[in-house]
């Protein structure tokens, strides 16, 4: 297994457009965060979940996110009708377990023009 | 709330000195992550510190955790061009999945 796989790895949307990122976790791995980063920043924390299940999106802007994690398939982060400020880097990490062992993706740098 | 701070944000070095780069957290916690960040890349894992005067060294790097002060380093020994990164504290809140992540320290090692 590689580990996280995040795709695509760069992505250009027009402002109103519409952004879907996909992560495939680690194989065995049920849980799936999701972080943003803007330029020359830390990571912000956006939203946690397991397999069908969002456990906490307290991290995520109220309107025009959202996140899922089917039972099969990539955990998704759509972002509806982009803005500029949408503009960073969005990575996934996975654990077996809740608080340990956090692997990472490379990240989706998302562009809004 | 749990704030992080690293400092310094910058710092330039020639090859073959020794720094240290600090990382303080506001409230208690169970672990304290580092990372190393290369331009356009991923986060990659350094050290894992779970408990007060854990230290752990890997190559030039060694990283220390003191919970009663709240305050981790990583010390650079002799460093080297191929150090240069940004280098990330991270700090899980009392059992909470949440990572809460320093600013970053941006290292860059000239030859």
């Known amino acids: 297994n590689a580990g996280v796989m995040q795709n695509p790895r760069h992505l250009v949307r027009r402002r109103g457009q519409e952004a879907r990122l996909r992560c495939s976790p680690v194989k065995g791995h049920s849980h799936v965060y999701w972080y943003r980063q803007l330029p020359e920043e830390g990571l912000k924390f956006m939203v946690y979940l397991q397999k069908e299940n969002i456990i906490d999106e307290s991290g995520m802007p109220k309107e025009r996110f959202s996140a899922e994690f089917p039972k099969e398939g990539p955990s998704i982060l759509r972002i509806q009708q982009v803005v500029r400020g949408d503009s960073a880097a969005y990575f996934c990490?996975?654990?077996?377990?809740?608080?340990?062992?956090?692997?990472f993706g490379s990240g989706t740098r998302l562009t809004v023009v | 709330e749990l704030k992080v701070e690293q400092n310094p944000l910058f710092l330039s070095m020639q090859e073959g000195k020794n720094y240290t780069i600090y990382c303080n957290y506001s409230t208690t916690s169970d672990r304290l992550y580092w990372y190393r960040q290369d331009p356009g890349k991923s986060l990659e894992s350094l050290f894992v510190?779970?408990?007060n005067g854990a230290v752990k060294q890997e190559g030039r790097l060694m990283a220390s955790l003191d919970t009663k002060a709240r305050l981790s380093t990583l010390h650079i020994t002799a460093a080297v061009h191929d150090l240069s990164a940004t280098y990330f504290c991270a700090v899980n809140m009392d059992s909470n999945y949440q990572l809460i992540w320093g600013a970053g320290t941006k290292l860059i090692i000239k030859p």
């Open positions: 990490a996975s654990s077996a377990q809740g608080n340990y062992g956090y692997t």
């Open positions: 510190l779970l408990s």
